[in-house]
T-cell receptor
Framework: TQLLEQSPQFLSIQEGENLTVYCNSSSVFSSLQWYRQEPGEGPVLLVTVVTGGEVKKLKRLTFQFGDARKDSSLHITAAQPGDTGLYLCAANFGNEKLTFGTGTRLTIIP | EAQVTQNPRYLITVTGKKLTVTCSQNMNHEYMSWYRQDPGLGLRQIYYSMNVEVTDKGDVPEGYKVSRKEKRNFPLILESPSPNQTSLYFC???????????FGNGTRLTVT
């Protein structure tokens, strides 16, 4: 069973600060997705990365796929209260299944 | 509007009383899946379906049943619920498989 580890599990920072969360595995992914989940709602896709070394930007969010395709990171610049939520990575290891990480719960303090 | 609709949003029941959580999607997606979300454990897959009449076990299928008689519907059935099935449940769909998932808003189930 492939495992996805996300770190940190919890993160609480002040508005305006920068942060990075991580998603790691001992196995190679064929693709990786990042989702954000807000209270009372289902996860919503932020981005999909498929190429080793790929970097994608979504406004203040920067997503990177590791060269070895075993890790990914999400960097948020100048965090805002609207960024608060549970961030989930989900990897495809070359089969039919999408495996989810345990998530990083982010709180931005105004 | 493209969406995945789950019902009910909240459900409190007692041990052993059969229940069904419905899931419907209006995007003509082939792939549908059920997950449960528990603190510290993330999203774990219960069952999934690649298409009509095709279902397979996920990581935690014990105590659950599903059916896929129509493309748009994928109900989750608990024949004899137990307290350890208290959880937040999500239905999701995509097309093709391994494409980004569209999730419903969840069903919070409490079994006493």
């Amino acid at each position: 069973t492939q495992l996805l580890e996300q770190s940190p599990q919890f993160l609480s920072i002040q508005e305006g600060e920068n942060l990075t969360v991580y998603c790691n595995s001992s196995s190679v992914f064929s693709s990786l997705q990042w989702y954000r989940q807000e209270p009372g709602e289902g996860p919503v896709l932020l981005v999909t990365v498929v190429t080793g070394g790929e970097v994608k930007k979504l406004k203040r969010l920067t997503f990177q796929f590791g060269d070895a395709r075993k890790d990914s990171s999400l960097h948020i610049t100048a965090a805002q209260p609207g960024d608060t939520g549970l961030y989930l990575c989900a990897a495809n290891f070359g089969n039919e299944k999408l495996t989810f990480g345990t998530g990083t719960r982010l709180t931005i303090i105004p | 509007e493209a969406q995945v609709t789950q019902n009910p949003r909240y459900l409190i029941t007692v041990t052993g009383k059969k229940l069904t959580v419905t899931c419907s999607q209006n995007m003509n997606h082939e792939y549908m899946s059920w997950y449960r979300q528990d603190p510290g454990l993330g999203l774990r897959q219960i069952y999934y379906s690649m298409n009509v009449e095709v279902t397979d076990k996920g990581d935690v299928p014990e105590g659950y049943k599903v059916s896929r008689k129509e493309k748009r519907n994928f109900p989750l059935i608990l024949e004899s619920p137990s307290p350890n099935q208290t959880s937040l449940y999500f239905c999701a769909s995509s097309s093709p498989i391994n494409s980004p998932l569209h999730f419903g808003n969840g069903t919070r189930l409490t079994v006493t």
